[in-house]
Antibody, heavy 117, light 108 residues
Framework: QVQLQESGPGLVKPSQTLSLTCTVS??????????WSWIRQPPGKGLEWIGY???????YYNPSLKSRVTISVDTSKNQFSLKLSSVTAADTAVYYC?????????WGQGTLVTVSS | QSALTQPASVSGSPGQSITISCTGT?????????VSWYQQHPGKAPKLMIY???NRPSGVPDRFSGSKSGNTASLTISGLQAEDEADYYC????????FGGGTKLTVL
């Protein structure tokens, strides 16, 4: 059974960089069978796709966030990570990692990141 | 890249059927068979209910079905049950990903 778990700071100051890691268990990122994605959900609002990465390191980002987003992968640790720079209050959200791109069949439980001074 | 259009809310009584629409364009929903649907209960992560327009993952009841006509995809839930009350989101993949705004389903 594949499981994903997000980790990282729950509070980030405005203008700083948000950093999260997703640890995958029960399956190997290196298998190359799937893309691995980040999705967020502001409180009380809908889902927004951030981007995805392949085990090789190739990425695809949401055009609206592309200038601020970096997604990377560490196959040795079976993890992939998200960095979002120059954050504002509008980036406050529950951040999910998920398996897939054409559809998302496994999700992490989500982690709330609040942007506030 | 605009969000897909879903009704804000739908409702139905137990045992009835409801349909949630998801409207895009010929560049996303209409052009590819990569439409998926997710169910989200409060405080929980979304759960995949339908993928590639009409396929159900293992474990999802056959009361849930998906279809597509032109630029509009639909999720139908038959035999509504109390536990179906949740938010539902559609998504389209075209190498980029876009979600619908979400639909709140109320079971009366």
């Amino acid at each position: 059974q594949v499981q994903l778990q997000e980790s990282g700071p729950g509070l980030v100051k405005p203008s700083q960089t948000l950093s999260l890691t997703c640890t995958v268990s029960g399956g190997s990122i290196s298998s190359g069978d799937y893309y691995w994605s980040w999705i967020r959900q502001p409180p009380g609002k809908g889902l927004e796709w951030i981007g995805y990465i392949y085990y090789s390191g190739s990425t695809y980002y949401n055009p609206s966030l592309k200038s601020r987003v970096t997604i990377s992968v560490d196959t040795s640790k079976n993890q992939f990570s998200l960095k979002l720079s120059s954050v504002t209050a509008a980036d406050t959200a529950v951040y999910y990692c998920a398996r897939g791109a054409d559809y998302f069949d496994y999700w992490g439980q989500g982690t709330l990141v609040t942007v506030s001074s | 890249q605009s969000a897909l259009t879903q009704p804000a809310s739908v409702s139905g009584s137990p045992g009835q059927s409801i349909t949630i629409s998801c409207t895009g364009t010929s560049s996303d929903v209409g052009g590819y068979n990569y439409v998926s649907w997710y169910q989200q209960h409060p405080g929980k992560a979304p759960k995949l209910m339908i993928y590639e327009v009409s396929n159900r993952p293992s474990g999802v009841p056959d009361r849930f079905s998906g279809s597509k006509s032109g630029n509009t995809a639909s999720l139908t839930i038959s035999g509504l049950q109390a536990e179906d009350e949740a938010d539902y989101y559609c998504s389209s993949y075209t190498s980029s990903v876009v979600f619908g705004g979400g639909t709140k389903l109320t079971v009366l």
